[in-house]
């Protein structure tokens, strides 16, 4: 198991120095949620240094449950329904690309004898006749 480090920081800058790089990282390690003290490891100053420059540059406060809460929201499907995590009575309408990290399951309770949630069974049990027109078949 390798560890990523999204966040490079250049070795040959001195320390002291506030270059737009050394910025960008203070703010990606800030952004990615890092403490202060481990922001300093990354960047090899000081925690005070990165408290210092984080309020000189007025990034925005983190960690509050409820920006977690709202960040979360954004997200329309809610917990991501694996094929691991399906059981038999969820829905298992697919949604996003299939072997992306955005494909999941629908995973809202089945209807009864069915692999599909209410919302699903009605667009999954459709047929269009001739005019064009959609009419459920189930
Ligand atoms: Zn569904």
């Not at 490891?41 to 960690?63: D, E, F, S, Y």
Request: hydrophobic share 35%.
């Amino acid at each position: 198991m390798t560890t990523s480090t999204p966040s490079q920081i250049p070795a040959q800058t001195p320390a002291h120095e506030w270059t737009p790089e050394r910025i960008a990282a203070l703010i990606a390690l800030w952004n990615e949620g890092l403490t202060t003290s481990q922001m300093g490891l990354r960047l090899g100053i000081t925690k005070n240094a990165v408290v210092g420059k984080v309020h000189r540059l007025g990034l925005p406060k983190r960690q509050s449950p409820i920006r977690k809460v709202a960040a979360r929201e954004e997200k329309p499907m809610g917990e991501v329904i694996k094929l691991d995590k399906l059981t038999a009575d969820m829905c298992c309408w697919p949604d996003g690309e299939p072997g992306t990290d955005e494909f999941r399951f629908c995973g809202k309770q089945a209807v009864a004898d069915k692999p599909y949630c209410a919302d699903h069974c009605r667009r999954a049990y459709v047929r269009v006749t001739k005019d064009g027109r959609k009419v459920a078949v189930a």
